[in-house]
């Protein structure tokens, strides 16, 4: 039984909360439970540390846990999600006429590819295009953009 009472210390107990709480993040999407996590285990931390009471503890939890959520939640939020294209609403048709350069080199024969507001589109062209060249765009069949040189 003393194993139990070494094993029920505060930090220990700080710590699997916090890793609880981290590992319900991946169950329950949403960067919310996350920092309650974090918030928790620096509770631990400082457990280690100092000898805190109970109400301290609290406190420290739900203050690094609030503070933490409301000023990286948004930023980590955007870290994990990647890119979003500004012009993903927009129909592809309306970029006939902008600018791609050619990521692979297109022939009329061979498909290639082209790079266009950061993402890489299957191309087609009536005449060869070298990897490196400015295109125009000029129409979109299916996923495919038919392009020509500038």
Do not use: Y
């Amino acid at each position: 039984m003393e194993f139990l009472k070494d094993f029920f210390t505060a930090p220990i107990l700080w710590f699997f909360a916090g890793i609880v709480m981290l590992i319900l993040e991946f169950a329950l999407p949403g960067l919310i439970i996350f920092f309650f996590g974090v918030g928790a285990c620096i509770v631990g931390i400082l457990c280690l540390i100092f000898d805190l009471s109970l109400n301290a503890q609290l406190i420290i939890f739900i203050v690094t846990s609030i503070v933490s959520l409301f000023s990286l939640r948004k930023w980590l939020k955007r870290v994990f999600q990647g890119k979003t294209n500004k012009d993903s609403g927009r129909d592809v048709d309306d970029f006939a006429g902008e600018k791609a350069v050619v990521t692979k080199s297109i022939t009329p024969k061979q498909a290639g590819t082209v790079e266009f507001h950061g993402t890489e589109w299957k191309a087609v062209s009536d005449v060869s295009v070298k990897k490196g060249a400015t295109v125009v765009i000029v129409s979109k069949e299916s996923i495919t953009l038919k392009v020509k040189p500038e």
